[in-house]
């Protein structure tokens, strides 16, 4: 059974038949093209469940990719190596869940170019696939830097036919400029790699590049921090950490709601995936150095993002809004340096892509039928839209951290392990006072929930219908996902309690 | 004499005669006959590269007085420059269809060109590479004057004054340096010079001679050419005017880097100034300009001078970077320019004029988005592990280097801007009732722009063989 799974299958075959869907071998047929994305995305979502199913966190998947009986840059020591463990198993699991739903979701969103869509979205899913398994920093580099072409496509293309021309170009601006800014981060944070691979090959003495070898490297203080500060710019524009943070509301904002839900739910999370794997693990000498200082920088991602969240009347800006303001308590819970925290953070990870992927597609839905998002303009569609406010109430509360959904877990972990922080007291007063202030969260998720759905229903919002089967299917998906990890928490957090 | 005529010159003669050639067939045929001028030229260049193969390279082989050398690193930019030669003689189609008269001696001036790049790379004597450099500029001149129109004549004239300039700095230096040493030779300069202390003089006449040569390359002190030139030029002639030189000039000052003019730190110092100022001045210059050869006119001005940083901070391993990014570059940029030609017919080349091309023809308008992209180092394309590999040669030059590292890869964001605005207007959609003129591609012109954007793709996805190329040369040097 083992030796069917395959690593570079995982990885690669959306690639492949990104590759197959954009030639002109295949149909132009929109149906055809959407079913057969959808039951791809299927495929691999069943696929990376088997893969989980058969998962030994003693003994994690590694495969090397060689070339002719190489490696692929022999002269730079770089190879083209995979690895899954415990946090990379979830959030590859996670990646293929939320490309499956967003696929769903894509049904009435994307009008025009479906084979280009398609395609583009297969080659997001391998890009973001290959972040979290890659086994060597260049190729997590590499996949770093292949990821813009496929989301600046799908920021910035035109998807449907747009009533007035300034929203194309608003959304094809906010496209450059999430890829200015990404570019940006991963330009230093190349500066960061090129001196981490330099130094790690003057202390180890092997030409290396791969996160085994460079975890058991010797690299003197002074430069271990330079080199942190460099990578943790690189991820500070993806997490966002708050000066980096400005190209996010709008991409997310003017993106499709399909796109903005894999935006907020799978690429942020690169971010963090990323300031884990290379802060946290390789470079832990200097991250216990700049932990506190970093913890400050999450407490005001917290603090400023949520009153800025409750000052956004459009509903697709306050949802990003709080994905910065959550990212920023993911960021916390890496912080503390402890298993509780990192587990915290992991989960809330998950919590929050499910959370973000609900609301996003509750704003779709909205925008969908009453062309707009303003939630001034918006009132009492919930007498038109039972179900779909029934979903929206359920959602919300989750998001607040009511008890019984997945965020009430992680919120409080993230808490108690910075408390728990003992190397430093900044911790503790992050900790101390970033609680009170989710409370705020409630506040603007709870105005957003009262304006546009409760209050007299306007005569243009009457013959508004309720949510389809596709979106039925989508809301579900996520608030089942929000309940069994609220009821049941033990399941993710068995597997990542066990990494160090 | 005879001997060393056999053993390393045959590429070189096979390219003479057949200038000789064109310009008796200028002569003899009516201009009717223009279209075989490019056959011609295609033939001499591929028995040159064939010739090749009868130089003798090992280990180093010295001939005419130690006037002329050959060895590994020779033979390789010997070959890409003959390869480049070949694909802008496959490009100039067009021009010569326009120019049908002088077809055959726009053909001879082409050889002559690759014949003075060739000579420059053989030169082991500065009075050989002066002659070369004066080879190969005065049939760029020649090339770049020879578009209709008036604005091509002043660029060229512009093109001419820097260079008449630049040589006279040059010269100067070559002078000085011979003062010192009395010798003329590079083996016997690098002799003496090891065994001098390093003096003022010294080093005043090395920054000369390498600023003089630089000039072609559009750094710094001798760049304000470079946007004239590219605006001004027909876009075959850009295609050898973007690689040629640029292969022949790093190829020697690469070598007067780790020879003759290795033992002064002011030079490096200089160099690393003048490539950090070319970088900020070409990036930031491009921002605003909405002309498709002016943007890639800073574009080549970015990247010789990130080349020079590398090569200015001299080590063997950094030597191996140059080489494999001049490699990967020069591919890319004859991409970029084989579909220029294409487009020739769109005479104001604004970004805006290639609205919508995309949906036109997805084949070429791809392959020329891949080597645009590549330019600006986004995997998988060759550029980005050109870039990645030229970094890990500055980043490994030692810690002072880093903050100017930093700086050149900020700038490369800003250069991320330009090549994006280069191509988002191909990938929107234009309106129905707008005309779209449609692009009629050749033969020729669809073989130079795929076969050069396949060679991009399999170096972006298995570069080790190259790479590995590239190390066996610099270290052979």
């Known amino acids: 059974m083992e030796k069917l799974l395959s690593l570079p299958f995982l990885i690669f075959m959306p690639l492949v038949i990104s590759m197959f869907v954009i030639s002109p071998l295949f149909t132009r047929n929109e149906i055809v093209v959407r079913r057969f994305a959808k039951s791809v995305f299927g495929f691999h979502f069943l696929y990376s469940i088997l893969m989980l199913a058969l998962f030994d966190p003693a003994n994690p998947y590694i495969s090397q990719i060689h070339f002719f009986g190489l490696d692929w840059v022999q002269s730079m020591g770089i190879k083209f190596i995979f690895k899954i463990d415990n946090i990379s198993m979830i959030l590859v699991m996670l990646t293929s869940f939320v490309f499956l739903i967003s696929s769903f979701a894509s049904k009435f969103n994307i009008r025009e170019n479906h084979k280009f869509y398609y395609s583009m979205l297969l080659l997001l899913e391998s890009a973001i696939l290959g972040i979290f398994t890659a086994g060597d920093m260049f190729v997590f580099f590499l996949f770093w830097e292949l990821e813009l072409i496929p989301a600046y496509f799908l920021i910035g293309g035109k998807w449907k036919n747009l009533e007035n021309e300034s929203e194309a170009i608003k959304a094809q601006n906010s496209a450059i400029k999430f890829v200015l800014f990404t570019f940006l981060g991963s330009m230093v944070m190349l500066l960061g790699i090129l001196l981490l691979h330099y130094y790690n090959f003057i202390s180890n003495g092997i030409l290396s590049a791969s996160f085994v070898d460079i975890n058991s490297s010797q690299i003197p203080a002074n430069i271990q921090n330079i080199i942190s500060v460099c990578l943790l710019i690189g991820f500070g524009v993806k997490l966002p950490i708050i000066p980096l943070h400005t190209w996010l509301p709008d991409a997310h904002t003017n993106a499709p709601t399909p796109v903005s839900m894999i935006l907020a739910g799978i690429l942020l999370k690169t971010g963090a995936y990323g300031i884990f794997r290379f802060n946290y693990q390789t470079l832990s000498d200097a991250f216990i150095t700049i932990a506190p200082y970093l913890a400050v920088f999450a407490l005001i991602n917290i603090i400023y993002t949520a009153f800025v969240a409750y000052a956004q009347t459009?509903?697709?800006?306050i949802v990003a809004y709080s994905s910065i303001s959550n990212m920023g308590l993911i960021l916390l819970g890496l912080c503390a340096i402890n298993q509780i925290g990192l587990s915290a953070s992991v989960f809330h990870m998950v919590a929050h892509a499910l959370i973000t992927c609900g609301l996003f597609m509750i704003a779709g839905i909205v925008y969908l039928r009453c062309k707009t998002r303003d939630i001034n303009t918006l009132s009492g569609i919930a007498t038109v839209m039972p179900r779909l406010f029934g979903f929206a109430t359920l959602i919300v509360l989750a998001s607040i951290g009511i008890p019984a959904f997945a965020p009430f877990v992680s919120e409080i972990l993230t808490i108690i392990a910075s408390l728990n922080a003992d190397f430093s007291?900044?911790?503790?007063?992050?900790?101390?006072?970033?609680?009170?202030?989710?409370?705020?969260?409630?506040?603007?998720?709870?105005?957003?929930?009262?304006?546009?759905?409760?209050?007299?229903?306007?005569?243009?919002?009457?013959?508004?219908?309720?949510?389809?089967v596709h979106e039925f299917i989508v809301l579900a998906s996520t608030l089942a996902g929000?309940?069994?990890f609220g009821i049941f928490p033990q399941v993710l957090l068995s597997m990542t309690l066990s990494m160090g | 004499m005879l001997k060393d005529l056999f053993n390393i010159l045959l590429p070189h003669i096979s390219i003479a005669g057949f200038i000789i050639l064109q310009l008796v067939l200028s002569m003899a045929l009516s201009p009717r006959f223009y279209r075989y001028a490019r056959l011609v030229s295609a033939i001499g260049i591929s028995l040159s590269i064939i010739l090749l193969s009868t130089v003798q390279t090992e280990p180093q082989y010295f001939a005419f007085r130690d006037s002329l050398m050959s060895d590994s690193y020779t033979l390789l930019f010997d070959f890409l420059i003959l390869v480049c030669g070949f694909f802008t003689a496959l490009l100039s189609r067009n021009h010569i269809r326009t120019i049908k008269a002088n077809a055959y001696t726009f053909q001879a001036v082409l050889l002559c060109g690759i014949f003075g790049a060739m000579n420059i790379i053989s030169a082991n004597d500065f009075l050989t590479l002066f002659v070369s450099i004066e080879i190969l500029s005065f049939s760029t001149y020649f090339l770049i004057a020879s578009a209709k129109g008036y604005y091509s004549k002043e660029a060229s004239f512009k093109y001419l004054l820097t260079s008449a300039v630049s040589t006279g700095v040059f010269l100067f230096g070559v002078s000085y340096l011979y003062g010192i040493t009395g010798s003329l030779n590079l083996s016997v300069i690098y002799e003496?010079?090891?065994i001098q202390e390093p003096s003022i003089m010294y080093s005043i006449s090395a920054i000369m001679i390498v600023l003089g040569i630089?000039?072609?390359?559009?750094?710094?002190?001798?760049?304000?050419?470079?946007?004239?030139?590219?605006?001004?030029?027909?876009?075959?002639?850009?295609a050898f005017l973007s690689t040629i030189p640029?292969?022949?000039i790093f190829g020697i000052v690469c070598r007067l880097l780790v020879f003759p003019l290795s033992n002064s730190f002011e030079l490096t110092f200089v160099l690393v100034a003048a490539s950090l100022i070319t970088a900020f001045w070409a990036n930031i210059y491009a921002i605003r300009e909405n002309n498709v050869k002016a943007i890639l006119a800073c574009s080549t001005a970015a990247n010789s001078s990130y080349v020079m940083f590398a090569a200015s901070l001299v080590s063997v391993y950094n030597l191996s970077t140059v080489i494999f990014y001049l490699l990967c570059y020069v591919m890319m940029?004859?991409?970029?320019?084989?579909?220029?030609?294409?487009?020739?017919?769109?005479?104001?080349?604004?970004?805006?004029?290639f609205k919508g091309l995309f949906y036109n023809n997805h084949g070429l308008v791809g392959a020329y988005a891949f080597s645009i992209l590549g330019l600006a180092g986004i995997p998988v394309t060759s550029g980005f592990i050109a870039k990645i590999y030229l970094f890990t040669a500055i980043a490994s030059s030692g810690l002072i280097f880093v903050p100017f590292l930093l700086i050149l890869l900020i700038l490369m964001v800003v250069a991320l801007y330009y090549y994006l605005k280069i191509l988002m207007p191909l990938f929107e959609k234009c309106d129905k009732n707008v005309e779209v003129t449609l692009?009629?591609?050749?033969?020729?012109?669809?073989?130079v722009l795929v076969i050069t954007a396949i060679i991009t793709l399999l170096i972006g996805i298995y570069p080790e063989k190259i790479i590995e190329l590239c190390r066996f040369i610099a270290y052979n040097i």
């Open chain 1, 314 to 317: 459009d509903i697709k800006r």
């Open chain 1, 425 to 468: 007291d900044v911790l503790k007063f992050a900790a101390v006072f970033s609680l009170p202030l989710l409370i705020i969260s409630s506040c603007y998720m709870l105005k957003f929930l009262h304006k546009s759905f409760y209050g007299e229903l306007p005569q243009e919002f009457e013959k508004v219908n309720d949510i389809t």
């Open chain 1, 482 to 484: 929000l309940v069994i």
């Open chain 2, 192 to 194: 003496r010079i090891m």
């Open chain 2, 214 to 238: 630089i000039s072609k390359l559009a750094l710094f002190p001798f760049a304000n050419w470079v946007i004239d030139v590219y605006k001004g030029a027909e876009t075959s002639v850009l």
């Open chain 2, 246 to 248: 640029k292969l022949a």
């Open chain 2, 333 to 353: 940029n004859i991409s970029v320019f084989a579909f220029l030609n294409i487009c020739s017919d769109r005479h104001d080349m604004n970004v805006k004029s």
């Open chain 2, 439 to 447: 692009l009629k591609p050749v033969f020729s012109q669809k073989f």
